[in-house]
């Protein structure tokens, strides 16, 4: 579905048509992947990654770029909050005696294991990339803003949310993921921009944005 949207912005220059495509893919790309017996959120996801990535840059113009990223960012606002108010409720039929259990160890392993996910994801790329003679050569204090970056937001407690009722473990996945996505925001959050300025990487600016056809950018260091 993200393939055919794509295809269709490609052929056409109405920056209203545009974005009414892609709130038709936000709801259409989970409700064909349910029919299916596919995870709706997931379909979503991926069709927004081939739209973001691609249809962004070569299949939108200047001025459906910027309708379409000042729209969802908007939609994107009330969602989160929405989810947050959402997680909330659903804590609320959490006992008194087992909070202090679930906020305990799962939560701390929970965070451990995502931050080991992260580093797991990051590092090894990164150290691809910079032995590889083909690429231009990438600034190792890039990786760790890749891994601290790595915030989590909507997409974790959307899913912990859609489980169902009758699962066993529903409330303290919930509980473990509204607690990373809390110390993810919070923590990691604050701490980026010192962290930023600490390895100097606030001293970097692009001379060419890299929008465009070829997609490519340049960054030096500001003397």
Same mark, same amino acid.
């Given at each position: 579905t993200g393939m055919i949207v794509y295809q269709i912005m490609k052929r056409i220059e109405d920056h209203l048509l545009e974005v009414t495509l892609t709130v038709v893919l936000t709801f259409g790309a989970p409700l064909l992947a349910e029919a299916f017996h596919f995870s709706g959120i997931i379909a979503v996801v991926t069709a927004g990654l081939i739209i973001g990535n691609?249809?962004? &840059?070569?299949? !939108?113009?200047?001025?459906? @770029?910027?309708? %379409?990223?000042?729209?969802?960012?908007?939609?994107?606002f009330i969602v989160?909050?929405?989810? &947050? =108010?959402? $997680?909330?409720?659903?804590?609320?039929?959490?006992?008194?005696? @087992? %909070? &202090?259990?679930?906020?305990g160890r799962p939560f701390l392993?929970? $965070?451990?294991a995502v931050l080991l996910a992260r580093a797991l994801a990051v590092y090894p790329v990164v150290w691809g990339l910079r032995h590889d003679r083909k690429k231009e050569d990438i600034p190792e204090s890039w990786a760790h803003v890749l891994f601290w970056g790595?915030?989590?937001?909507? $997409?974790? !407690?959307?899913?912990? $949310?859609s489980l169902p009722e009758g699962f066993a473990y529903r409330t303290l996945f919930m509980a473990m993921a509204f607690a990373i996505v809390l110390c993810s =925001?919070?923590?990691?959050?604050?701490? =980026?921009?010192?962290? =930023?300025?600490?390895? @100097?990487?606030?001293?970097? @600016?692009? %001379?060419?944005?890299?929008?465009g056809k070829s997609g490519e950018g340049d960054y030096v260091h500001d003397p």
């Open positions: 691609y249809g962004r &840059f070569y299949s !939108m113009g200047e001025k459906t @770029r910027a309708t %379409v990223e000042t729209f969802w960012e908007v939609v994107d989160d909050s929405l989810l &947050f =108010l959402a $997680i909330g409720v659903q804590l609320q039929a959490i006992p008194n005696d @087992r %909070v &202090f259990a679930i906020f392993v929970g $965070i451990g790595g915030l989590k937001g909507s $997409i974790p !407690m959307a899913l912990a $949310i =925001l919070v923590v990691q959050g604050l701490s =980026l921009k010192p962290i =930023l300025a600490a390895i @100097r990487l606030n001293k970097i @600016r692009a %001379v060419s944005p890299g929008f």
